[in-house]
């Protein structure tokens, strides 16, 4: 009996390399067959010279008008999930008087979980919206906000005490030093005195560099300032290091996916699908251009520089180049390397673009 086993498994054996070999050869038939019926070089060359900016591309704002009317689905199961989120707020409100910042992250938009938060939860707080997501932020405007709250509380005090009026603290012409050393000296055992930072998006573009993560974590060492923020990119981590995250923000991580559409956080950027043509980026020059100050809105000259001095509209490169930031944010002026080293400012409109352009601010 073990003779005739040794002899089946042997049998086996055979059996099973000849079924790979036999599928290997398989694989090289195929192989070829597939070579053969391979379309000529000419053909394969106007194959791979076709790009994606070939495409007939759907306006943005048609494609962003037919995705608002995708219905939405496994509603119950999102409302269970926010209930269950909601259960939380007292907790959260513990850890941040206990002085640990929140910090939430998951798959979905958490604007309107943390404003919910912030608008029932947070009524003993002054509560300041930062929305992280924008292209451009000036976060040292939102530390003065912050100081000039706890200078207006100030300045109640006083006038209980001594019935004196003070005058308002210049925290504009200060830097972001000092004012941070004014919040640090803001002690009162009044929780009506705390200040809560919402942060939509810390880890968004503009606050994404270490100059700016640094003076937020130390705002959120302030004894009145608490910190409650959100992140969405995979490498939002990285941007502190431990003593960032152990020390300064404290952070309680949270994860709380609600699976809603970034509508608002994803309103700058464009859809892969649509159309990045003349036509859109007029539209976008339109909206920053009439947003902006008319000394901002002057810039259009070749030689940008000289003219503006001429016209007295900045003084500087440095103010030139804050002003070109609002631009250069929003892809209406590149910049190109010109064949000297120099960098030359190009506007990527063509001329009936920007004739139209002009037409709609006049």
């Not at 001594?162 to 050393?181: E, G, K, M």
């Not at 002057?298 to 503006?308: I, P």
Request: proline share 4%; hydrophobic share 40%; charged share 20%.
């Amino acid at each position: 009996m073990a003779l005739r086993g040794g002899h089946a498994a042997a049998a086996a054996g055979v059996s099973s390399g000849s079924e790979d070999d036999d599928e290997e050869a398989g694989f090289s038939r195929s192989y070829f067959l597939a070579k053969e019926k391979e379309p000529s070089s000419g053909k394969k060359r106007a194959r791979a010279a076709g790009k994606l900016s070939d495409l007939n591309l759907v306006d943005e704002q048609v494609l962003r008008a037919s995705l608002a009317e995708i219905p939405p689905k496994h509603e119950r199961e999102v409302e269970a999930l926010t209930r269950s989120y909601k259960e939380q707020y007292r907790n959260w409100l513990f850890e941040l008087r206990c002085g640990f910042g929140l910090l939430m992250y998951g798959f979905g938009s958490k604007k309107m979980l943390l404003e919910d938060f912030a608008s029932t939860t947070l009524s003993d707080f002054t509560v300041i919206v930062v929305n992280g997501y924008l292209p451009s932020i000036n976060l040292k405007q939102v530390i003065v906000t912050v100081a000039e709250i706890f200078w207006e509380q100030t300045k109640l005090k006083r006038k209980r005490q001594t019935a004196t009026r003070s005058q308002l603290q210049p925290f504009a012409s200060q830097s972001i030093d000092d004012i941070i050393s004014f919040l640090n000296n803001q002690t009162s055992d009044n929780g009506d005195d705390n200040v809560c930072l919402l942060i939509h998006n810390i880890d968004g573009p503009a606050l994404r560099d270490a100059e700016s993560q640094q003076y937020l974590a130390q705002v959120s060492c302030c004894p009145q300032v608490h910190v409650v923020a959100s992140v969405d990119h995979v490498n939002a981590p990285l941007l502190w290091d431990k003593k960032m995250v152990h020390t300064q923000f404290k952070w309680s991580w949270y994860h709380v996916p609600t699976f809603a559409p970034y509508k608002v956080e994803g309103v700058f950027y464009p859809l892969i699908l649509a159309s990045g043509g003349h036509a859109q980026t007029m539209k976008t020059a339109l909206v920053v251009l009439q947003s902006l100050t008319p000394n901002a809105q002057s810039m259009h000259f070749s030689s940008l520089y000289t003219k503006c001095r001429e016209r007295f509209l900045v003084s500087s490169q440095v103010t030139l180049n804050s002003h070109l930031t609002e631009f250069k944010d929003h892809d209406l002026v590149k910049i190109r390397k010109h064949s000297d080293g120099q960098d030359c400012l190009h506007i990527p409109l063509v001329s009936d673009a920007l004739e139209k352009l002009l037409q709609e601010l006049t």
